[in-house]
Nanobody, 113 residues
Framework: VQLQASGGGLVQAGGSLKLSCVASGSINIMAWYRQSPGKQRALVAAITSGGDTHYADSVKGRFTISRDNAKNTVYLQMNSLKPEDTAVYSC???????????WGQGTQVTVSS
C-alpha cells in the first residue's frame, strides 16, 4: 500500500488547514503523526475503519480526523492552529490481516505567530 499525503502549508496562528492522505488500497486503521525538530514523532489522531477516533490531548477540540472509505482517504481538519502545531505531519495505516505498517511521506505544517 502506498500513502500520499498533501495539504500542508504556512498559516497564521488561529488559522486552519486540512490534510489529506490517500491510500492505494483498502486500509484498516489510519493515523496522523507529527514530528517537530528535536522532538520524537507523536500520534496526533487515529481512526478505525468503523469511524472510531482517538486524539492526542493537545489537539482535542481543535483537530478532526475523518475518512472516506470509498476513496481510501483520511483527512485531518486542523482549526485554531498554534505555533506549537508546527511539524512535519505523516500518515500511517495498516491493513486487515497484515502485520506491516505503512507510512506516507510527510507534509510540512508551519504556523506563524
Amino acid at each position: 500500500v502506498q500513502l500520499q499525503a498533501s495539504g500542508g502549508g504556512l498559516v497564521q496562528a488561529g488559522g486552519s488547514l486540512k490534510l489529506s492522505c490517500v491510500a492505494s488500497g483498502s486500509i484498516n486503521i489510519m493515523a496522523w503523526y507529527r514530528q517537530s525538530p528535536g522532538k520524537q514523532r507523536a500520534l496526533v489522531a487515529a481512526i478505525t475503519s468503523g469511524g472510531d477516533t482517538h486524539y492526542a490531548d493537545s489537539v482535542k477540540g481543535r483537530f478532526t480526523i475523518s475518512r472516506d472509505n470509498a476513496k481510501n482517504t483520511v483527512y485531518l481538519q486542523m482549526n485554531s492552529l498554534k505555533p506549537e502545531d508546527t511539524a512535519v505531519y505523516s500518515c500511517n495505516a495498516n491493513r486487515e490481516g497484515d502485520l506491516r505498517v505503512y507510512w506516507g511521506q510527510g507534509t510540512q505544517v508551519t504556523v506563524s505567530s
